[in-house]
């Protein structure tokens, strides 16, 4: 069959209308939300939103293609050759429209990023191109099996669910044998794990063979061996795995302004970096005028060395959230032990800590942040404000104190501070 001939009369070209349409429509929003402006690995991360419907589409248009040849009993006409001779053919545009849809996304990311994706982690998308042709192999191998009218629709529900569901499992190892958690990487202070590539490329590889096989009618232990040999595989690499799979980035990446005070290392994909470092030193100089601790060094990095804060979230740094990096430098992350006995009665003080210390930083009112600060904790610290200062460093001490366990209660009586 002319390739011209097999492109127009396979059912994979409506079927990328539809793909294409729906990730540029209706996923477009998710994929740029979670892209990281200038950084590659969360381009490629971001477009895993499209697997699901990716391999939902390659898995009925395969099984579409097998209900063709069932229909016209080409199998049953002593053809000259193989059945994976005759399958192949049919079964590429299909594989192709899944890797287009997937393409389509990744461009989609790319829009929002303003970079290419980064080419050490380009083995992300081999996996999607292994998980749309281990769907449409299955696929074909549904449509042969199920009734006509039925085949396509419940090929095309199988891949869905079977991509789509793991991700929501609590068990974690699950999502990542179909790159069920990608959408995890990256932030700019980490990269995709590698058992996160290897373990789905394993088991996808196991997939494909299992399917060869089958279509070649070969004894059906080699493909039920091939499947549960990958299978044991690549769950032994992830079994250990947390939900997320990712890992720290190397911290010789970080470009660090050391000539001045504090020490601010940041991420090279940081936009602005002189005017963040210039106003991170601005505000630290208020707090350490304030009599506050604030420490010789900042860094985006999480492997922590002495004399080092954590400065900064998973995404870049920007201008307008140097106050409450700052602010999270000078108070105690959350116990483990409020995680695990759900008791942490220090809590209420963090809104007021939080509203003083920006105060100070930015030197402006108290105001109500949305999540972080409510107008009662604002109207608490403005109250703090009023206080002589060493009430005022009682009342932040007492209360840091508290928050650093899930045994004690705050003191948010100012006027109770140091007496």
Same mark, same amino acid.
């Given at each position: 069959m002319r390739i011209a001939?097999?492109?127009?009369?396979?059912?994979?070209?409506?079927?990328?209308?539809?793909?294409?349409?729906?990730?540029?429509?209706?996923?477009?929003?998710?994929?740029?939300?979670?892209?990281?402006?200038?950084?590659?690995? @969360?381009?490629?991360?971001?477009?895993?939103?499209?697997?699901?419907?990716?391999?939902?589409?390659?898995?009925?248009?395969?099984?579409?293609? @097998?209900?063709?040849? *069932?229909?016209?009993?080409?199998?049953?006409?002593?053809?000259? *050759? @193989?059945?994976l001779a005759i399958a192949l053919p049919l079964l590429v545009p299909v594989w192709a429209m899944g890797v287009a849809g997937m393409l389509i996304a990744v461009g989609?990311?790319?829009?929002?990023?303003?970079?290419?994706?980064?080419?050490?982690?380009?083995?992300?998308?081999?996996?999607?191109?292994?998980?749309?042709?281990?769907?449409?192999l299955a696929g074909y191998l549904l449509g042969g099996r199920l009734p006509h009218l039925a085949a396509a629709p419940l090929a095309m529900v199988a891949g869905f669910c079977l991509t789509a569901f793991p991700g929501s499992w609590d068990t974690p190892w699950p999502r990542h044998l179909v790159a069920g958690a990608y959408d995890s990487c990256c932030s700019v202070g980490s990269v995709i794990d590698p058992v996160a590539v290897w373990a789905p490329l394993l088991f996808t590889g196991g997939i494909i063979t299992a399917c060869l096989l089958a279509i070649a009618r070969a004894d059906l232990w080699k493909p039920l061996a091939a499947l549960a040999a990958a299978s044991v595989a690549s769950v032994l690499l992830v079994v250990d795995m947390g939900y997320d799979p990712v890992v720290d980035r190397n911290p010789d990446a970080l470009i660090c302004d050391t000539a001045g005070f504090p020490e601010v290392c940041l991420w090279p994909e940081t936009p602005g970096r002189t005017r963040i470092v210039e106003t991170t030193r601005t505000y630290s100089s208020?707090?350490?005028?304030?009599?506050?601790?604030?420490?010789?060094?900042?860094?985006?990095? *999480?492997? !922590? %060395?002495?004399?080092?804060?954590?400065?900064?979230?998973?995404?870049?740094?920007?201008?307008?959230?140097?106050?409450?990096? !700052?602010?999270?430098?000078?108070?105690?992350?959350?116990?483990?032990?409020?995680?695990?006995?759900? %008791?942490?009665?220090?809590?209420?003080?963090?809104?007021?800590?939080?509203?003083?210390?920006t105060a100070i930083t930015t030197q402006a009112p108290p105001a109500p942040i949305q999540g972080q600060v409510s107008p009662d904790d604002a109207r608490l610290a403005q109250k703090v404000l009023t206080l002589p200062s060493d009430r005022q460093h009682a009342w932040y001490e007492a209360n840091r104190a508290a928050l650093t366990g899930c045994d004690q209660k705050p003191a948010p009586n100012p006027e109770g501070a140091g007496r």
């Open positions: 001939t097999l492109l127009r009369s396979s059912s994979a070209g409506v079927m990328l209308v539809f793909l294409a349409g729906y990730v540029l429509l209706l996923l477009s929003e998710p994929i740029t939300m979670g892209t990281v402006a200038g950084y590659g690995p @969360s381009v490629l991360g971001n477009a895993s939103y499209t697997i699901p419907f990716a391999t939902a589409a390659c898995a009925a248009s395969g099984a579409w293609e @097998s209900g063709r040849l *069932r229909r016209g009993n080409v199998f049953g006409q002593a053809p000259s *050759r @193989s059945r989609v990311a790319v829009s929002a990023a303003g970079t290419l994706p980064s080419f050490s982690h380009l083995g992300m998308f081999a996996v999607y191109a292994l998980l749309m042709a281990a769907a449409t208020r707090l350490k005028d304030a009599g506050l601790p604030v420490l010789s060094s900042l860094t985006q990095n *999480r492997d !922590l %060395k002495p004399g080092q804060a954590r400065f900064g979230g998973k995404g870049p740094i920007r201008e307008k959230g140097i106050a409450a990096n !700052l602010t999270n430098t000078l108070l105690p992350p959350i116990p483990e032990c409020a995680r695990t006995s759900h %008791k942490y009665p220090a809590f209420p003080a963090r809104g007021p800590l939080t509203a003083w210390l």
